[in-house]
């Protein structure tokens, strides 16, 4: 991929480790304007350090970072007058109240008082923190406290957004307005790396990248990378979803059985073992509708894609 | 470096120190404990310090000496002896701190020579009530003999002889004999030096363990606009304590103070520079709040207590101490608040110890304006 005009984010070869631990190797990847890149991959597999590096809170071993042409590693002030960064514990001050910690920031960025009630008001508004102006943030629910992490990154109309697992422990309404948010952040031209551990959130990224043991091992839209899934997948709702797993695992032709609540996902190795599956549950008493044909899930292909990987 | 970034972080660290209960105690309240601590514990210790006397002459002159000492606040007789064995068994049994021995010949040479000696004897095992004690007691002989030297001027017509007791500085400058004047000064050197390191100890290791820093170095602030904007609240603070330690010495403690504000002002100013500023390094450099707050009385309270001279004179301490304590800083505002409280010195008398904490609050402010990095590694 040749960085053109529109790349906002460029990562070239970055290495990075810690003692006894190679928590980036030698990764790259490219965001564009209005992108959504998503980073995914199981716990400690370095999502944390390449966002890091990326803000320039953290400097690479090796590789270079370059954020609306601009190289981090070399000029990081400037560069971070372009960013906004979301850690993954909460950054913002406890002891503040909700206004305070706002115009702590935007002073910090320099945002000319004129200016700021326009700004900060719509976006109080549209994340309906109004009413909360005068709570201490250390007293906000976790939901609230992540908005107000992303509206004191906001303030200063960053041309990229990290966000590192910000939707983590926030309950799923508030997760659905917080991507709210992102899309109209990138209809805006905002480039967005995000990190979570929600799959299904993966799959609303523009693109993907899955992370293992510091390397992006693919990296693709999620429709592309759906299509390294091997086999067929068969979805299976049953009241006994759990021994319906049981039945199942390891038998001749399947690939993988997967639990989701009230449902099992079978992969198999051709479509035309769902008449022998279908046989062997009734043949078991377990009470289970006939297998259906599915589109695999951002869980399916992940948990697919690590096992291989495992395997090596 | 850009003010309205400064001021937007002492504007918010003053609101978290408003916020903190602990802070708020450290910076309010420490002061006013210390002061009282200090200044009553250390003169009431001092007071009524147990003499014993052996009286070799028994004339009225002898018996007028002994009774200045019997009238001063700071000594009581327990015990008239009859000779050399009975004082030392005195002294070993701890019946008496300090004990006198007027001569035979006190009058003889008092009328012949105008003047004479009376010897005294310390208990030396504790070195400080000792020194004290010996400096009151010269004090009170020195107006014993001012006395006669003046009769016997009435009398002959001759200038009053030199000589008579010869007195340690310190007590010249401390005529009220109050060990408190002597005290109090030195007492605001050693709150100044842990109100300043303590509080700012905490200001960057506070960050770094509850996780703003990561966001706050994310942003273009540079490292030298969050230490600025960082240690200003924590120098009003210092500037304030001191003025409320002054207040409170001069008022409560009736310590004089015989220098110009300015002086006070500027060294006090240059002493908080060196203070906050070794807070700052050891917060830099400690990411935890307990360990930064350790560190921080390990390296101010204890050589201020110990080796700056505000309790222990330096010169009494052996050579090799003494060549430590020009290391300490506080030594210099120390010898500087004792100038200015009790003789009054001017801001050129006080060039060598000034010049000192010039270089001192230099090479400080130099290494903290390196040592906070912004960066995670
Ligand atoms: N500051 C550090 N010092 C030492 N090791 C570190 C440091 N930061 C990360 N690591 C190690 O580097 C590896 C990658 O960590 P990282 O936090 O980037 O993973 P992650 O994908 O964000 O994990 P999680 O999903 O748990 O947040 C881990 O093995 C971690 O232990
Ligand atoms: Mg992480």
Redesign the interface.
């Known amino acids: 991929m040749n960085p053109g005009e529109d790349t906002l984010v460029e990562a070239s070869h970055l290495d990075k480790s810690f003692p006894g631990v190679i928590a980036v190797n030698d990764l790259s990847f490219t965001v564009q304007k209005g992108e959504i890149f998503g980073l995914v991959g199981p716990d400690g597999a370095g999502k944390t350090t390449v966002i890091r590096l990326l803000a320039g809170v953290m400097a690479p071993d090796k590789g270079t970072v370059v954020i609306d042409g601009i190289d981090v590693v070399r000029d990081p002030e400037r560069a971070k007058e372009h960013l906004s960064y979301m850690p993954q514990r909460f950054g913002l001050y406890e002891d503040l109240t909700v206004d305070e910690n706002i115009q702590f920031y935007a002073d910090i960025f320099e945002i000319p008082p004129s200016l700021r009630q326009e700004r900060i008001v719509p976006l109080l508004t549209s994340f309906g923190m109004e009413e909360f102006r005068r709570r201490l943030a250390g007293q906000l629910s976790g939901g609230m406290k992540q908005k107000l992490g992303l509206m004191c990154a906001l303030i200063h109309t960053p041309k990229v957004l990290l966000l590192d697992e910000p939707t983590t422990g926030v309950d799923p309404v508030s997760r659905r307005d917080f991507w709210k948010i992102l899309y109209s952040l990138r209809e805006e031209g905002v480039s967005i790396v995000i990190s979570t551990a929600y799959l299904e959130e993966a799959a609303r990224c523009h693109r993907l990248a899955l992370m293992y043991k510091g390397r992006i091992e693919h990296c693709d839209t999620p429709d592309n990378l759906k299509k390294l899934m091997p086999g067929t997948l068969l979805n299976i709702e049953s009241s006994q979803a759990r021994k319906v797993q049981k039945a199942l695992q390891g038998q001749a032709g399947i690939l993988g059985v997967l639990l989701m609540g009230d449902r099992v996902h079978v992969t198999v190795d051709d479509p035309r073992r769902k008449a022998e599956i279908d046989r062997a549950l009734r043949e078991e008493g377990i009470e289970a509708h006939p297998a259906v044909p599915t589109e695999p899930s951002m869980e399916d292909l992940f948990v697919e894609l690590l096992k291989k990987e495992e395997r090596g | 470096m ?1 003010w ?2 400064i ?3 002492a ?2 660290e003053m ?2 120190i408003r ?2 209960t602990r802070s708020l105690i450290i910076a309010l309240f420490m002061p006013l404990m210390q002061l009282i601590l200090l200044g009553y514990g250390v003169s009431l210790d001092i007071k009524h310090v147990p003499i014993c006397v052996y009286d070799q002459e028994g004339s009225q002159n002898s018996q007028a000496l002994l009774k200045h000492f019997q009238a001063s606040d700071y000594f009581s007789i327990t015990a008239l002896l009859g000779n050399y064995r009975q004082v030392k068994r005195a002294l070993d049994s701890d019946l008496c701190r300090v004990a006198i021995v007027v001569p035979h010949d006190f009058s003889e040479r008092l009328s012949d020579q105008g003047s004479s000696t009376v010897s005294l004897l310390a208990d030396a095992s504790d070195d400080n009530t000792a020194n004290i004690a010996i400096g009151y007691a010269q004090a009170v002989v020195a107006t014993f003999s001012g006395n006669v030297q003046l009769e016997a001027a009435g009398f002959g017509g001759n200038p009053p002889p030199q000589g008579g007791v010869l007195l340690q500085e310190r007590v010249w400058f401390n005529e009220g004999l109050d060990s408190r004047y002597f005290i109090i000064p030195g007492v605001i050197a050693l709150i100044m030096a842990l109100v300043g390191a303590l509080l700012t100890s905490l200001t960057i290791s506070r960050e770094w363990e ?3 820093m ?9 490292s030298n606009e969050v230490m600025a904007g960082k240690l200003i609240p924590y120098f009003v603070i210092g500037l304030a304590d001191a003025v409320f330690c002054l207040v409170f010495a001069v008022f409560w403690f009736h310590v004089p103070f015989r220098g110009t504000l300015f002086t006070l002002f500027f060294t006090t100013s240059l002493f908080l520079v060196v203070v906050l500023g070794v807070g700052f390094l050891i917060s830099a450099g400690i990411k935890s709040q307990i360990g930064a707050t350790q560190i921080a009385v390990l390296v101010t309270l204890l050589p201020t207590s110990i080796l700056s001279g505000y309790a222990f004179p330096i010169d009494q301490m052996p050579p090799v101490v003494q060549t430590i304590t020009y290391l300490v800083f506080a030594r210099y505002y120390v010898t500087i608040l004792k100038a200015l409280f009790l003789k009054g010195s001017g801001i050129l008398d006080l060039a060598s110890p000034i010049f000192a904490m010039i270089i001192y609050a230099s090479v400080v402010a130099f290494l903290a304006g390196r040592a906070f990095k ?4």
């Not at chain 2, 990561?214 to 540079?222: F, N, R, W």
């Not at chain 2, 912004?374 to 590694?377: E, I, M, R, S, V």
């Open positions: 850009r309205k970034r001021r937007a972080i504007v918010k609101i978290q916020r903190d509850r996780g703003t990561e966001l706050l170095i994310s942003t273009p602030v540079s912004k960066t995670l590694d």
